[in-house]
């Protein structure tokens, strides 16, 4: 998955890593380290569970800059992971920053459609709209 997201939509180096986005409950499951993490910004050491599950958002060292979803904040991508997690047994996704290679972060839905359209994303989910290629 890495390295298809880099190929396909980032256009960088394989290398370079991506983040996960876990609820809140389960963050003893897939973390060593208890340090409040809103926003991607802190790495942490994954557990063997981590290590084993999230694959895709596992740095070389053993480590992901998890982003902790809790339902008062972010409901609804709370309710996403959860049925996420009804489906495949993970309590997390891979997350990252929707750019492309050489430009900022997406700052507007009309920059979100933009980069949709000019990468190999298949969706794009904006609040209540889905856009589809196929």
């Known amino acids: 998955m890495k390295d298809r997201i880099n190929l396909r939509v980032k ?4 290398w370079r890593p991506f983040a996960a986005s876990i609820l809140e409950e389960e ?13 991607m910004l802190l790495a942490q050491r994954l557990s063997q ?5 999230l694959v895709a958002a596992s740095h070389r060292d053993g480590t992901t800059r998890p982003q902790i979803v809790r339902p ?18 993970i309590a997390a996704v891979l997350n990252t920053s929707l750019n ?8 507007s839905p ?11 994303m298949d969706d794009l989910i904006l609040g209540e709209y889905q856009l589809c290629k196929s």
């Open 11 to 14: 256009g960088r180096e394989t």
């Open 27 to 39: 963050r003893d499951r897939y973390l060593l380290d208890r340090l409040d993490s809103p926003f």
């Open 49 to 53: 569970a981590g290590r084993r599950e």
């Open 72 to 89: 008062r904040v972010n409901a609804r991508f709370h309710r996403l992971i959860t049925r996420f997690k009804e489906l495949t047994g």
């Open 100 to 107: 492309l290679a050489g430009e900022p972060m997406a700052n």
């Open 110 to 120: 009309q920059e979100a459609i933009h980069d949709f359209y000019l990468s190999g």
